[in-house]
């Protein structure tokens, strides 16, 4: 059975080292991550935490209005592919409506952009590189009220 909670930000940091950090020198932690408006969530797999999204209140001047950024989302490698990503977005973009939050944005990796379009997330502006990470796009949506 899978669940969908609040976590703290401590419990991101090993799923988000071994899936989005993997022989990188860039640290799982991530600045904002103890920001009182910080959303950090998990998805348990039978009880054992298989994926986890961090969202963050922030200021994208491409973007009008309130919003947030979803940062460090990262599945387990033997948890992928069950739609627990799609789960965790979800589940987010629900809280985030209840909180009048205008737009969704983040930086998604190039190799992550299907995975997006399939929830509604567009592209914005051209693609840009994260050093030791790779080519990126910031993609948004617009979350209805």
């Known amino acids: 059975m899978i669940q969908i909670r609040e976590i703290k930000a401590e419990q991101t940091y090993p799923i988000r080292k071994k899936e989005l950090r993997k022989n990188m020198t860039l640290s799982e932690k991530v600045p904002g991550d103890f920001d009182e408006n910080t959303i950090h969530l998990g998805v348990f797999d039978q009880e054992e935490l ?14 009008r209005g309130e919003q947030y950024q979803l940062r460090g989302m990262a599945t387990e490698e033997s948890h992928q592919r069950k739609g627990l990503g799609r789960a965790v977005l979800l589940e987010a973009e629900d809280i985030l409506i209840k909180k009048d939050v205008d737009i969704l944005w983040c930086n998604a990796r190039v190799s992550a952009l299907d995975f997006y379009k399939k929830l509604g997330y567009r592209t914005v502006g051209e693609v840009f590189d994260i050093p030791q990470i790779g080519p990126h796009y910031v993609m948004y949506k617009k979350l209805s009220k």
Not at 55 to 62: D, G, N, R, V
């Open 50 to 63: 298989a994926c986890v999204a961090t969202f963050m209140k922030t200021k994208s001047p491409a973007f």
